[in-house]
């Protein structure tokens, strides 16, 4: 895409997003400190917060009571109906999580968004798809797999070909697209500002080039656009994956299939 005259630039790819081990290790990587980090970070200011609650509120109390009701009405009770309360507090934090280790890829200090890593993007999927699991079991007990497998209504004919696809719905479509969807926004916006940036660094030092130099410039003040714009992708995407669990979990809970 840019002209290599002047040498001395590498396209970003895949090799971006690898880190070497960190304190002589294999498995501490950054990104893991990373949700290492968001974790603390997540239950430390809730709890804070929790403790500190005034009448009238202040800027952090607003800001965080803005967070907490939007989940709570906006996802939790809409979607899981009368019995959404015991689910507020794990749709609320793992809206937090998502969302801070999303804008991780924006702070000047990390720049770089956690789930960009596919195999953590696996974990959180995980641990939904046990929560979701779990809640079913909790709600219908064993009869969970024939609510979950057989929509109510369908006649005894048809199981031969509905419990296949509704297993393949729910406990493996559901898993995989929740996963790859967070990861592919993450992952190629985080692409998309490193060839902004790196790019656009050399253009804008490519000697005896005004062009290039001008051009250069214009992509560095653009990455910084998009920056701002992933910063917005990053809190949408991870609403959007707090409201598929909450649906999860409540066609998991429901009563009729």
Do not use: C
Not at 24 to 39: C, E, F, N
Not at 79 to 85: A, D, N, V, Y
Not at 96 to 112: I, P, Q, T
């Amino acid at each position: 895409m840019i002209p290599m005259e002047g040498g001395g630039y590498t396209a970003p790819g895949l090799d971006d997003f690898k880190f070497e081990g960190l304190f002589g290790t294999d498995w501490i990587t950054k990104p893991m400190l990373q949700a290492v980090i968001a974790a603390v970070v997540v239950v430390v200011v809730w709890a804070v917060m929790a403790r500190r609650l005034r009448v009238v509120p202040g800027k952090a109390q607003y800001v965080m009571e803005l967070i907490y009701d939007s989940i709570r009405n906006g996802v939790g009770r809409d979607m899981l109906g009368p019995g959404f309360r015991p689910y507020i507090g794990l749709l609320v934090g793992l809206f937090s999580y998502v969302l801070l280790n999303n804008w991780f890829g924006e702070l000047f200090l990390f720049m770089f968004p956690t789930f960009s890593n596919i195999g953590y993007t696996w974990g959180v999927v995980a641990m939904v798809f046990v929560i979701y699991v779990w809640a079913g079991f909790k709600a219908h007990g064993p009869g969970y797999l024939r609510h979950a497998l057989i929509p109510e209504g369908v006649p005894w004919y048809l199981y031969i070909m509905i419990i296949p696809i509704e297993f393949i719905s729910t406990f493996i479509t559901r898993p995989l697209t929740l996963g790859v969807r967070l990861f592919a926004n993450m992952f190629a916006g985080h692409l998309t500002i490193m060839v902004f940036v790196l790019g656009g660094s050399f253009l804008l030092t490519y000697a005896g080039n005004a062009v290039y130099n001008v051009s250069g410039a214009f992509s560095l003040l653009f990455s910084f656009v998009m920056m701002g714009f992933e910063l917005f992708i990053g809190f949408l995407q991870a609403y959007i994956f707090t409201l598929l669990t909450a649906q999860y979990i409540s066609s998991s809970i429901s009563e009729n299939h």
